[in-house]
């Protein structure tokens, strides 16, 4: 990140809106552990997660009140934030219709508790151009978490070793957890940042 005299209105829109990233995509994978679970654990591991995305969601007021003291973006700027908008764009356009292949592949094979696995693994793929597109290395890290997952889910479910209770909880869960890390990562990574 650049130093904070440096730092654009841009720049920081774009750790905002990385924050709510992680906070939406936490929240949704969270959901999907509890459905895995059937809400047996009385939603407690939801709830922890929302008290994450209050938490990131307080920080980014802060990001707030930081852009109204910056500067509008620099003239050289426009073009390259258009071209990443426009490949963020492709990325998640590309991830959509990906799940829905996958889902309507999936359900035509007849292998529905693979569904979540797949979309886990979806999701971590994305993390790989999207880390690159918008300079955020801790994608990197969490597209390998997802995948990690998905290939793990994958073969304890193909080994028929586990209930697929199980594995899609785990996985579930893991993937909120994946998404709360690095939400709190590019948060405590900011405030250092700031700080110098």
């Given at each position: ?7 654009t ?5 774009g ?10 995509f ?35 007021i ?25 490949l ?88 909120a ?20």
């Amino acid at each position: 990140m650049k130093n904070p005299k440096h730092l654009t209105k841009s720049d920081v829109e774009g750790l905002r809106g990385e924050l709510f990233h992680m906070i939406l995509f936490s929240m949704a994978w969270a959901l999907i552990g509890e459905y895995a679970l059937n809400f047996s654990d009385y939603a407690v591991g939801a709830a922890l997660n929302l008290i994450i995305a209050v938490g990131l969601t307080l920080y980014t007021i802060k990001l707030y009140q930081l852009e109204d003291d910056l500067d509008e973006y620099p003239e050289f700027e426009d073009r390259s934030v258009l071209r990443r908008d426009r490949l963020y764009a492709m990325i998640f356009v590309f991830e959509a219709v990906a799940v829905f292949i996958t889902w309507g592949l999936i359900l035509k094979l007849g292998h529905d508790n693979w569904l979540i696995c797949c979309f886990a693994g979806i999701a971590g793929l994305h993390f790989f151009p999207l880390a690159r597109v918008i300079r955020q290395n801790s994608y990197y890290w969490l597209g390998a978490w997802l995948c990690g997952l998905s290939t793990a889910g994958y073969l304890l479910l193909s080994s028929g070793k586990v209930s697929d209770y199980y594995v899609n909880w785990v996985v579930g869960y893991g993937c909120a957890i994946g998404a709360a890390v690095d939400g709190v990562w590019i948060m405590l990574k900011t405030r250092r940042d700031l700080k110098r």
